[in-house]
């Protein structure tokens, strides 16, 4: 049974730091494209990061893009979202998600398994 579990959410100040982490497991995703998404109250479910497990190449959301970046560790089967200079309106519950297949994506459509989030607050 495949296993994504986040962690590294919490409270922070506007101007803050955090990171958080995402575990892979029940099978290798060794290729598979991982992915970072948040829902906000009320809003939908939007586009964070991406990352291609083999590659490396990285996609960001405008909103994030020079603040937020995206790594992954292949032997730890982890991939991490490194969130600096957050603002407010970065609160959500921020989620990791995989793909079957390689490659990074950026619709939610494309990703078949997700983990149960963790809540990022961030107060002004």
């Known amino acids: 049974q495949v296993q994504l579990v986040e962690s590294g959410g919490g409270l922070v100040q506007a101007g803050d730091s955090l990171r958080l982490s995402c575990t892979a497991s029940g099978r290798s995703f060794s290729g598979a494209g991982m992915g970072w998404f948040r829902q906000a109250p009320g809003k939908e479910r939007e586009f964070v990061a991406t990352?291609?497990?083999?590659?490396?190449?990285?996609y960001y959301a405008d909103s994030v893009k020079g603040r937020f970046t995206i790594s992954r560790d292949n032997v730890q089967n982890t991939v991490y979202l490194q969130m600096n200079s957050l603002k407010p309106e970065d609160t959500a519950v921020y989620s990791c998600a995989a793909r079957r297949l390689y490659g990074a994506a950026v619709t939610l459509k494309e990703y078949d398994y997700w983990g149960q989030g963790t809540q990022v607050t961030v107060s002004s």
């Open positions: 990352i291609s497990w083999l590659s490396g190449r990285t």
